[in-house]
């Protein structure tokens, strides 16, 4: 099941919740019990390969290690 992360402008606590699809735009309720919160945009790294289906180079630095730096 999709988890979903939110933070409460009441409070200011950021907390998840795991539920379908197909009520990810519902509202949610923080821990606390405040009803003012806002849906955060979580980045998902889905990461090993490349485009092609080949093992990406292992490395660091900016940019994955691809060009050395």
């Not at 379908?20 to 955060?40: R, S």
Request: aromatic residues 4%; charged residues 15%; glycine residues 18%.
């Amino acid at each position: 099941m999709p988890r979903y992360e939110f933070r409460c402008r009441a409070c200011g606590d950021t907390f998840e919740v795991n539920r379908p699809m197909a009520e990810a735009g519902a509202p949610a309720t923080c821990p606390q019990g405040h009803v003012d919160t806002v849906k955060l945009l979580s980045a998902v790294s889905v990461g090993g390969r490349s485009a092609g289906g080949a093992q990406a180079p292992a490395g660091g630095g900016c940019c994955g290690g691809a060009c050395g730096c």
